[in-house]
């Protein structure tokens, strides 16, 4: 796996066909992770097929997403990504699995992502959306510079400006 750039203890990574597992893992736990993506909770499975797909829907469009590794283990954190908004602002996404919550890994990767994206890219302002329920997540966002701009029932807007 192509390394990008990395942290104090995260190497992120190219997100790659060999991950496909740990995908599987984490964006099929609705406990955990998938509840805060999806705002109702779905009736399947992912497939090894979807994230396939998934995986090379991405790569093809040279998607700004990366997988996040454990650099004393090489264990699969989870995944980070700047969605298109426009070339002066990007969404940030993270989900991190299950058994790497709570060891401070959101906030060392959300600030990295923070330094890459505004060094990379020259962005002006990272925006996201949070689910109103996960309050751990939005104590990562506030934690790293995010304001809350906006809440409705269904999310909680932030952004941070350069």
């Known amino acids: 796996m192509k390394q990008i750039f990395e942290s104090d203890r995260i190497s992120f990574v190219e997100i790659s066909e060999l991950l496909i597992n740990d995908y599987l893992i984490m964006i099929n736990d609705n406990e955990n992770v ?10 399947r ?18 998607a700004v997403i990366f997988s996040m590794i454990e650099k004393k283990t ?8 700047l969605m ?7 969404e940030l996404g993270i989900a991190i699995t ?7 890994y959101g906030t060392e990767a959300v600030g990295a992502l923070l330094e890459f994206g505004f060094k990379q890219f020259g962005l002006q ?3 996201l959306r949070a689910n109103p329920e996960n ?14 701009y906006n809440r ?3 999310h909680v807007y932030m952004e941070k400006s350069r």
């Open 34 to 43: 998938n509840r805060f993506i999806y705002k109702t909770k779905r009736d």
């Open 45 to 62: 499975q992912f497939t090894a097929e979807d994230e396939t797909i998934w995986i090379r829907k991405k790569l093809e469009e040279k």
């Open 74 to 81: 090489g264990a699969f954190i989870g995944n980070i990504e």
């Open 84 to 90: 298109e908004i426009s070339d002066s602002v990007k």
């Open 98 to 104: 299950a058994k790497k919550q709570n060891m401070g």
């Open 125 to 127: 302002k990272i925006v």
């Open 135 to 148: 309050g751990r997540a939005i104590c990562v966002y506030k934690k790293c510079g995010f304001r809350e």
């Open 152 to 154: 409705t029932n269904e």
